[in-house]
């Protein structure tokens, strides 16, 4: 017996409704959005960009200093490689995660707090998390590279991405 599925999917109709070019960037690797507010985040730019829905500049957010910024352009080897907008401390706040590989801008998360209009003062150093990711090589992940994060409930959804040296894809519960 063989079992067939008449079902077509349609094609769906996608229309460009409005290009907006982004200055300070060369390529952006995450996007988020909250109470208004686009986020974009360069893998080559020291500031996060905040944006209305209409695409106008609003404001930045300091992420990198010059002195810690990832160095290398126009690669895919910068560290932020996952982001979400997640509740600490019943406050909205944007977490930034480098992909866990071992050098300092690719260990490092960002906590920024989503509270007010004004975030041009607002400059939130980097956090280093070397114990959860030794944990996670205890429970049998031989190679950290997170790639997504999504907020559950109380918890936070890691997505470890496959490698060349791990084929496995892994999703990571975690809670703060």
Known sequence: MVLTSSTVWAQPKLSVQKITVLPYFHSI????????????????????????EDHSILDSIALFDYLNKPQEKNTNSNGIRATAVVTVA????????????????????????????????LYTPAINIPDFYKRMRRLGITQINIDGAAEIKD?????????????????????F
């Open 29 to 52: 690797s995450a996007l988020e959005y909250h109470d208004k507010t686009i986020m974009a985040i360069g893998n080559d730019a020291t500031r996060i960009l905040l944006l209305s």
């Open 90 to 121: 019943n406050t909205p706040t944007l977490l930034i995660m480098g992909s866990g590989e071992n050098r300092m801008d690719k260990s490092d998360i960002w906590l920024f707090p989503l509270k007010g209009k004004s975030y041009s003062e």
């Open 155 to 175: 918890h936070i959804l890691l997505a470890n991405a496959a490698t060349a040296a791990n084929s496995n894809n892994h999703f990571v519960l975690t809670e």
